[in-house]
């Protein structure tokens, strides 16, 4: 079973890995809501109740959330200023990272205060019967006009104000869907000659990168692409089952294209998902 | 005093109704014996005319009743004139079922991105707003009251004051629903979790914006 | 007992809230001081620990409050629990509100990291926080109630320890920033910028791994 169809039952989302993925990617769900640690729970129960260790899913699985926690973290950083994070020094991160950490820590530990005091006050009641009638005087009629309309246009100004956009703009995710690289990748496939995985991605940013490379590892499981990377750090030739122009596996010099070899350009397929969150 | 007359004296003291004495031995697990001892403790502590709090025996059993010495000052304190001021919530809540009326709870609450029960339950109490009917898909629906456009000095809804000076992009020409709503969503307004305000109805103000 | 104190008395046994000495003292038209010398005489006629009653200080002001060792007695009265208690979820959030108010929802969602929706909705619902106006963005503020107060068996929120209390020692918090910076390193290529291509290869052990 691949990560992608992993079922989650989670607080924010229910549903599979790759929808809940997808759903991130458009900003439908958003990743400060939601539990990593969730997430990781729900892959290690899959894990146990399948018995067996899956070493390629397992990797896929990582790689996918190492990037989720790197995406959340920046994004916990991110302050109401959008180059905030961008311009961080690993100092300055550190430092806010740090700030973070004893934020969480301190209202974890006052929590816990809190608790212990409301656990003190059992068997604390207070008398909820209301006052006899006789003693509440009747409330007198509100006065014509003493209240200022201008309090109701104001409050609609005020609802009518947009927020300023925290969006994800800042981590520049266009809007790309596996589906979409789908069939850019079939296309590609359907001219009938083999192609780089450069070729692929020429002029694309970073995140249509990492999509494709996912689409590519998807074709790939569907039998409906070969690919093969002759040399480290050469670059990732792919094409339809047997039409590769070389003979031999399609690891090349058994190195995986996936798995840290470079490609063209020195950034190696797994470094660019990672890279998903610049 | 004794533990049985403790606890008598903690029921009475919560109860809102008079208590018989087979309720409060069934309650503090005593025999009905016990529970007179304890009243006859309690009469003692309590003796009239000398405490603010009397125990008085009445149809329905015992109870707990202020000294009708302090009547005058009691009356002060519960009559203390409510605030005739909205609170934010009750300001935003009625400012919206006046523009955009007849509105529905759960397009309140996604434009104010807030549960707005509490908000909307005052202002029916207070009757500046009252219910319209309900939508086609069957949540309660408000409009303003009569009382209403009298508190707010307005002769008619059409004197409500035109929102535009108040409006951070007056330039806009969409239909001030549909950016209200917009606003709203931006502001994290369907985070209300389905079940906060029934019914949910995530088309209706899709099918309204169209009237 | 004076009639200053059995009119005090009668009105908290009558007031729903806590009343302030100035709450009291105006209604029950005497001097603060005198007000103060009666709610002493209360005290004293309440002592902690021996009646079904007990004279508190919460949420700024005096009320009575039943007697703990009368809960068992008074949940079979009146069936009903006293509170609720506070899942992790909502003492957290509630904590955050208590320290940091007024504070939004995206604040409280930043700090916990996670979802605050629904136990900000249940704390709301159970009155524990409420809206405080909004912030500058738009966002609903919220703030502790009364209510809290009273629950927590708070005087005010003063009462409440200096929160940088929990905070680690400057050694660990040392420790703490050398190993972020350690993991920052080890992460090395990732913190660049967009754009530029990153020179190290991060992902790299993790996918070896697949091999």
């Known amino acids: 079973m691949s990560v992608a169809t992993l079922d989650l039952d989670l607080d924010v989302f229910s549903g599979p890995f790759d929808l809940l993925l997808t759903l991130i990617l458009r900003e439908e769900v958003d990743l400060l809501e939601l539990s990593l640690a969730d997430v990781v729970l729900a892959y290690l129960d899959h894990l146990e109740a399948r ?66 005091l409301l656990a003190a006050e059992h068997g604390v009641r207070f008398r909820e019967a209301p006052p006899p009638a006789h003693l509440r005087r009747t409330q007198l009629e509100p006065e014509e006009a003493s209240q200022d309309p201008t309090a109701l246009g104001q409050a609609i100004g005020r609802l009518l104000a947009l927020p300023p956009t925290i969006s994800l703009r800042h981590i520049a995710i266009p809007r790309v869907s596996v589906a979409e690289r789908l069939g850019h990748l079939r296309r590609l496939l359907a001219r009938g000659a083999s192609f780089t995985f450069d070729e692929a991605v020429r002029g694309a940013d970073r995140m249509t990168v990492a999509v494709t490379l996912f689409a590519l590892l998807e074709l790939y499981k569907r039998g409906e692409v070969d690919w093969r990377q002759s040399e480290s750090f050469g670059e990732i030739d792919i094409g339809a089952p047997g039409r590769l122009a070389q003979n031999g596996t399609p690891w090349g010099n058994g190195t995986h294209p996936g798995a840290g070899a470079h490609s063209g350009n020195g950034t190696p397929p797994a470094q660019r998902l990672a890279a998903v969150a610049p | 005093m004794s533990e049985a007359a403790r606890t008598v004296e903690a029921l009475l003291f919560l109860s809102p109704d008079p208590l018989s004495v087979a309720e409060l031995a069934q309650a503090a697990q005593l025999g009905e014996p016990q529970v007179r001892e304890a009243l006859a403790t309690l009469a003692e502590r309590y003796p009239a005319g000398e ?145 906060a305000d029934a019914p949910d109805e995530p088309a209706e103000s899709l099918a309204r914006t169209g009237d």
């Not at chain 1, 991160?93 to 969480?104: F, N, T, V, W």
């Not at chain 2, 006046?98 to 996604?110: D, F, G, H, K």
């Open chain 2, 51 to 195: 405490r603010g709090i009397v125990l008085r025996e009445l149809a329905g059993g015992h109870t707990f009743a202020s000294d009708p010495a302090s009547e005058d000052a009691a009356r002060r304190l519960l009559s203390r004139p409510r605030t005739a001021t909205l609170s934010p919530a009750q300001a935003e809540t009625l400012a919206i079922v006046a523009y955009l009326q007849p509105v529905s709870r759960p397009e309140i609450t996604r434009i104010r991105g807030v549960s707005t029960d509490s908000a909307t339950i005052t202002l029916l109490e207070r009757g500046l707003i009252e219910e319209a009917g309900r939508s086609e898909f069957g949540a309660v629906l408000f409009r303003t009251s009569t009382l209403f456009l009298k508190l707010f000095g307005l002769g008619s809804l059409d004197q409500l004051p035109d929102v535009s000076q108040w409006d951070p992009t007056p330039e806009e020409q969409t239909q001030l629903r549909e950016r209200l709503l917009r606003a709203g969503d931006a502001r994290g307004g369907n985070a209300a979790p389905p079940g």
């Open chain 1, 51 to 116: 018995d067996e260790l899956d070493l390629e899913t397992t990797t896929e699985f990582i790689v996918l959330l190492a990037a989720l926690l790197e995406l959340k973290s920046k994004l916990m950083l991110a302050g109401e200023h959008e180059d905030e994070l961008i311009d961080m020094e690993p100092e300055q991160a550190a430092e806010e990272l740090l700030a973070r950490m004893l934020d969480a820590r301190r209202y974890r530990a006052a929590a816990g205060h809190l608790r212990e």
